[in-house]
Nanobody
């Protein structure tokens, strides 16, 4: 069974950095795009970032462009979300996501079949 597993959340102050990690087992990691969504208090889940299976193409939500970086290490079956210059409005539960179809990438329109349990990120002002 494909199950993304997130780690790295926590409580930080505004302006700090945090790195989230996501591992996926049960299939060939390097064949699938990886992404991140977040659920902000009072809002629905929103797209954050996505990276193509090869790692050479990415897309970001406007709200995080220039502050967050998505990357992957296919040899370690791990995807990362480096978050810099964090703001209180970045507070939320962050979910690692991945499609069910190999070699499929549609930037922020990518449809993700598998979701992790989420990791809490809290940014205090």
């Amino acid at each position: 069974q494909v199950q993304p597993v997130e780690s790295g959340g926590g409580l930080v102050q505004a302006g700090d950095s945090l790195r989230l990690s996501c591992t996926v087992s049960g299939r060939t990691f390097g064949n699938y795009s990886m992404g991140w969504f977040r659920q902000v208090p009072g809002k629905g889940r929103e797209f954050v970032a996505v990276i193509r299976h090869s790692g050479d193409t990415t897309d970001y939500a406007d709200s995080v462009e220039g502050r967050f970086t998505i990357s992957r290490d296919n040899a370690k079956n791990t995807s990362y979300l480096q978050m810099n210059s964090l703001k209180p409005e970045d507070t939320g539960v962050y979910y690692c996501v991945t499609p069910g179809i190999p070699f499929y990438y549609a930037a922020r329109k990518t449809i993700f079949a598998h979701w992790g349990q989420g990791t809490q990120v809290t940014v205090s002002s």
